[in-house]
């Protein structure tokens, strides 16, 4: 009983530290008070985001070998307080960038290592499916509070709205590290014996294995990256005069699939592995990139459509690195194999900077879309060169 409380709170958590993946959502009010910033400028907002996302979830691992996971949690609390504080209270680029991107970036990163880190390991026999549940909540964020944001900042004004979710992000972030506890064996199979395959960081990054997942990452998160954070100018090139509610609704759509996608691919993982699983993940991916392709010529329908699946593919990857990463490189590690992993992000984040620059100069989406096809398609070659790792020959 113990662990499904645990997964409860650790999905509420995450539910809460997933909100930096809204930034389609928060950014709209802000960027009406900032006309002057230019859109490349702006979306860097996003990108810095991704990159200390990136960055704290390796931290988390590292102070994991020094203190108790959770503890990375309080530390998230307090972060995600100041950087939405200093948010709200934003006249310059350079305090958006360290509030949102530098602090909330972080926070977000120490939250989603220490929760991946505790909660799948009360779950040995199910680890796509609790992997997929956790994540589902880290992606459906963006709909779900974003929503509540949206309705608050237009009644409240979005400075105040930031400083409040600070507060209650902060103290849940807080509460979850109060809560949550590291089962007995840790490094242990299901069976209770030392995996055969643990792999040091070192051990995990001198393999192919490794360089292959971060290639394929790179393919399909920065294809979903480059559409949350062009959604809206998406959107508004095929239809200019979409209401704010439908704007809202399609966009929060793939929030919705990108939450659902990382739980379904988790259940495709537990029932068919591996391999099948990474090749419906790039199937989605360049199916949507298609559509959203065609859907330029004038179809709203199309792109909707072409979201939803898009948002199925990116919720896919993190939920089959995570799952793969202990399978491929043992459990002994994995609080900071599982963040160099997700270090892809690194170069992903920068994919919606480039679809904002080359479709300013074209002036429209469709060299951006054709790039997204190309880098779909190119996921699924890579995605067959990957193999499992053998016995880890030092163990």
Sequence with gaps: MKKWIYALVGLIAMLL??????????????????????????????????????????????L??????????????????????????????????????????????????????????????????????LLMGFGASSLVIGSVFTAMAASGGWRGTMTVFGIVIGAVLIAAGLVLRMPQSVG??????????????????????????????????????????????????????????????????????NGLGRLLFGAVYDR????????????????????????????????VASFCIIGLGYGGAPTFNA??????FGETHFPINFPIINLNLLVSSFVPTLVSGISAAHGGYGAAALVLVIMGAVSIPVALCIRQPGKNPQN
């Design 323 to 328: 799952a793969a990463t202990k399978q491929f």
């Design 272 to 303: 068919f592995k591996w391999r099948p699983t990474i090749f419906a993940v790039s199937a989605a991916s360049l199916i949507g990139a298609a559509l959203l392709a065609l859907s330029l010529k004038g179809s709203i329908a199309l792109m």
């Design 17 to 62: 530290a997933g909100l930096i993946y809204a930034w389609g959502v928060l950014s709209a009010p802000i960027s009406a008070e900032f006309s002057d910033w230019s859109g490349p400028d702006f979306s860097f907002t996003f990108t810095l985001c991704m990159i200390f996302f990136c960055l704290g979830s390796i931290l988390a691992g590292i």
């Design 64 to 133: 994991a070998k020094r203190f108790p996971p959770q503890c990375n949690l309080l530390a998230a609390g307090a972060l995600f307080l100041a950087g939405f504080w200093l948010t709200g209270r934003t006249q310059a680029l350079w305090q958006l960038y360290l509030g949102y991107g530098v602090f909330a970036g972080s926070a977000s990163g120490l939250a989603y290592g220490a929760i991946m880190a505790i909660v799948p390991r009360h779950f040995p026999d199910r680890l796509g499916l609790i992997s997929g549940l």
């Design 188 to 257: 242990k199979s299901a069976s209770g014996a030392a995996s055969d395959r643990d792999r040091t960081p070192l051990q995990m990054v001198r393999t192919a294995t490794f360089w292959l997942l971060i290639v394929w990452s790179i393919l399909v998160a920065g294809l979903g990256l480059a559409v949350i954070g062009q959604s809206r100018g998406l959107l508004v090139s095929v239809q200019e005069q979409l209401s704010p509610e439908k704007l809202s609704l399609f966009v929060g759509l793939i929030s919705v699939c």
